[in-house]
């Protein structure tokens, strides 16, 4: 299995370091968030990884270089011409799991304990019971946050909500909103190869507008890790929390 780590992104949150850096390489106790997720990955033979680089590029690129992938077979790819969100990212770096059935799709700026080799056995009970219509599953929590992917009753995603404004987007609007399931998105997916056949967007978008597209006709299902570490290291004081919570 192969893995993708999302590092293109400005990082406007973490200013004033992504200033001068990619916030894929903000430091967490000796070692960049890049070096962390893929030791991350490596725990569970996960080897070969490919990275998107937007913003400060050639630092990204160096770092790899310098360091040997950190032990894993690290690939670029390029987005210096045009940084596409998380779903563009992901399209334009199709050739690279054209013999891949799934892979695991993951932000540079979160760090976390999901045990993920039972993330992928739930993955592969979803595909059976789904009987090839099984498009992704994502990792979440029961944390408190400005936004909530909306599943049903079967764990199947059919909205999503912004709890600041009110806003909503359903693929699948439920009868009964009193049996919708709130959840916040960890951002770490296992994508399987017919999200490419699938989706309809192009250019710039996220997964999770492809994934509401996609909800009406597909299941999406979600795997619940509240129980564990998440950290979402976007902001100069989450770097202090993951100095703590993260050894050198």
């Known amino acids: 299995m192969r893995a993708m780590i999302l590092a293109a992104g400005l990082g406007?949150?973490?200013?004033?370091?992504t200033d001068h850096h990619p916030k894929a390489l903000a430091m967490?106790?000796?070692?960049?968030?890049?070096?962390?997720?893929?030791?991350y990955l490596q725990q569970y033979g996960i080897k070969e990884v490919i990275v998107n680089v937007h913003h400060f590029a050639d630092q990204i690129i160096d770092a790899v270089?310098?360091?040997?992938?950190?032990?894993?077979?690290v690939t670029i790819s390029d987005e210096t011409d045009e940084v596409l969100e998380t779903g563009g990212g992901l399209v334009r770096a199709q050739e690279y799991f054209k013999e891949e059935?799934?892979?695991?799709?993951?932000?540079?700026?979160?760090?976390?304990d999901l045990p993920?080799?039972?993330?992928?056995?739930?993955?592969?009970?979803?595909?059976?019971?789904?009987?090839?219509?099984?498009?992704?599953?994502?990792?979440?929590?029961?944390?408190?946050?400005?936004?909530?992917?909306?599943?049903?009753?079967?764990?199947?995603?059919?909205?999503w909500k912004n709890n600041t404004t009110g806003e909503e987007k359903w693929a699948n609007p439920?009868?009964?909103?009193?049996?919708?399931?709130?959840k916040a998105f960890s951002?770490?997916?296992?994508?399987?190869?017919?999200?490419?056949?699938?989706?309809q967007l192009r250019g710039k978008f996220s997964m999770i507008d492809a994934y509401l597209q996609l909800a009406q006709h597909y299941a999406?299902?979600?795997?619940?890790?509240?129980e564990g570490i998440l950290l979402d290291v976007g902001k100069p004081e989450s770097l202090e929390k993951a100095n703590s919570l993260f050894k050198p």
Not at 12 to 17: D, E, M, S, V
Not at 122 to 135: C, I, P, Q, S, V
């Open 116 to 159: 993920l080799d039972k993330m992928i056995a739930a993955d592969e009970l979803f595909a059976k019971k789904a009987e090839g219509d099984l498009m992704a599953t994502l990792a979440v929590t029961n944390r408190a946050t400005s936004r909530n992917l909306i599943f049903n009753a079967a764990g199947t995603l059919c909205g």
């Open 65 to 73: 270089k310098e360091n040997n992938g950190w032990g894993s077979v």
């Open 101 to 112: 059935d799934r892979w695991i799709l993951m932000n540079a700026d979160i760090l976390t």
């Open 12 to 17: 406007t949150r973490l200013k004033p370091f």
């Open 187 to 199: 951002g770490i997916h296992i994508v399987h190869q017919a999200f490419f056949e699938a989706v």
């Open 174 to 182: 439920l009868k009964d909103k009193n049996t919708a399931v709130p």
């Open 220 to 226: 999406i299902h979600y795997y619940d890790h509240s």
């Open 28 to 39: 967490v106790n000796g070692k960049s968030l890049l070096q962390r997720n893929i030791e």
